[in-house]
């Protein structure tokens, strides 16, 4: 079959790309933004990139179906011929992986608002080194895996990350609603993507529709400790099992601390103690996407006795994935991370996380407003509150900010001011340059506390963070 992709470059489009020229289908699609490393990888596997949009090009190809990524919308020339003509099968991408990959496998779907990335790459990783031949989807660059995307064998465990963001412009249900799961996880459940839900009791809306569809033999796991999930788990058709710190949790963590070199804790099953876990990661919400992914990947491979099947030591050295909490620097008086958070519930987690690991060094949180929803100010007083628990803010630009009107669009300019008040020294800029310029200055000054500094951004920060790494680390004199 061949198969077209519009908006091939995109991560997920490129590497369901990936996966199925690897299961032998002809690959081939069209972007604008054609650049490595995706199309280097999508090249060197024999699929053919196309530059720009042009109708008459697809019409000559003739595939046998375009696959329509969700960046894509109306007006696109490719869309508009396929739409006139009707000529050629048009599908989304979740639509053709359920079709493609997910009908021969076992999916294991993780869900929520916060933590997919991560429980995803746990829960493929967990499985990988239990030899159970496993395929995998995940949404960032795991350190712990030789790829983002592996096809797996047929018949076996399938991990994929439930996006409850929309499928395609003429399927606006959540991606998660294709993806037949076999477990489902439910890390967690807030408001967020403010440009397609109207509220919270809408996104439970949506997450109640791929609770639904669940078997009867299969699983799903929730976070106990979640009041935005009590109206939906558990329910009376299939196995459900919560986690989290509460005492009526089935999967209890207990103990949590954690240092600059990792976090420990206790597993308790359903009031026996199971494990002691210590690991390399950081925060008691990568505890709990630990234990989700523990008990998903022991469900999957033994499920009559999950924990029978496990050994928790491969955790020992367990890296993670990229531009969560990764570490750009690291010397004794300043440290540098960069992370993915842009809900103020996970900037608020990973500052609290950097409290308690770094309780003597001054906490500096640079922010970057990018996300739909983070760019407006429905989660303004928020995200002031969440940065509040630093002793200095930067805030970048919002991003791409004339797509929203002023009295919607986040105020940094007020944010600071209300951080200011509270004794937190904050700034907002109009650009990156002046930004990295007075953080720059700041760390250069002379202060009787060692720094850590954590970048916040669901996109580049213009690439600021690793200037300042390599400009602060060639001139560490901050003390």
């Known amino acids: 079959m061949h198969l077209y992709f519009m908006g091939i470059c995109g991560t997920a489009m490129g590497n369901v790309a990936l996966m199925l020229r690897e299961s032998g289908h002809r690959v081939s699609g069209s972007d604008t933004g054609i650049y490595p490393p995706m199309s280097d990888l999508l090249i060197d596997a024999g699929v053919e990139i196309l530059d720009g949009w042009d109708a008459e090009r697809l019409a000559e190809l003739q595939p046998d179906r375009v696959v329509v990524g969700n960046a894509i919308s109306r007006g696109n020339p490719e869309i508009e011929w396929l739409l006139t003509t009707r000529a050629l099968p048009i599908v989304s991408l979740p639509a ?29 990783y967990l499985l990988r080194e239990h030899r159970a031949d496993p395929g995998w989807l995940i949404g960032g660059v795991p350190r712990d895996l030789p790829t983002g995307a592996h096809v797996g064998a047929v018949g076996r465990p399938f991990v994929i990350e439930g996006d409850e963001y929309d499928s395609a412009f003429f399927d606006k249900r959540s991606k998660f609603i294709h993806y037949q799961p076999r477990i489902l996880a439910v890390n967690n459940l807030e408001f967020d993507h403010g440009d397609i839900f109207r509220d919270l009791q809408d996104i439970q809306r949506s997450f109640s529709h791929v609770i639904r569809l669940v078997p009867q033999n299969g699983f799903i796991l929730y976070n106990g400790d979640d009041e935005n999930l009590a109206p939906l788990l558990p329910v009376n058709w299939c196995s459900c099992f919560s986690v989290g710190v509460g005492e009526r949790c089935d999967l209890r963590i207990e103990g949590f601390t954690e240092s600059p070199t ?95 690991r770094y309780p003597e060094h001054q906490l500096t949180a640079c922010f970057e407003p990018r996300s739909n929803t983070g760019a407006t100010n429905i989660f303004q007083d928020r995200f002031t509150d969440a940065l509040a628990l630093a002793d200095a803010v930067y805030l970048g630009p919002v991003f791409r900010g004339e797509r929203y009107a002023e009295d919607k669009r986040l105020n940094t300019s007020e944010m600071a001011s209300r951080l200011n008040e509270k004794g937190i020294c904050s700034a907002a800029f109009s650009d990156f340059d002046s930004l990295l310029a007075e953080l720059l200055e700041a760390t250069h000054s002379k202060t009787d506390k060692p720094r850590c500094v954590v970048f916040f951004s669901n996109g580049g920060f213009g690439g600021i963070q690793h200037t300042y790494a390599k400009s602060a680390k060639s001139n560490t004199s901050v003390t």
């Open 96 to 124: 053709l992986l359920s079709e493609t990959l997910l009908s021969t496998r076992q999916p294991i779907v993780i869900t929520g608002t916060h933590g997919k990335t991560t429980t995803s790459a746990l829960t493929a």
């Open 262 to 356: 990792g976090a420990r804790f206790r597993l308790r099953w359903r009031g026996a103690l199971w494990e002691e876990i210590a690991w390399p990661m950081h925060g008691l919400y990568n505890a709990r996407n630990v234990a989700i992914a523990l008990l998903a990947a022991g469900l999957a491979i033994k499920p009559e006795d999950p924990f029978c099947a496990l050994s928790p030591g491969v955790l020992a050295n367990y890296q993670g994935v990229k531009r969560r909490q990764e570490n750009l620097c690291n010397e004794t008086e300043l440290v540098i991370l960069e992370d993915f958070g842009h809900h103020p519930t996970a900037v608020a987690q990973v500052l609290e996380s950097l409290r308690r």
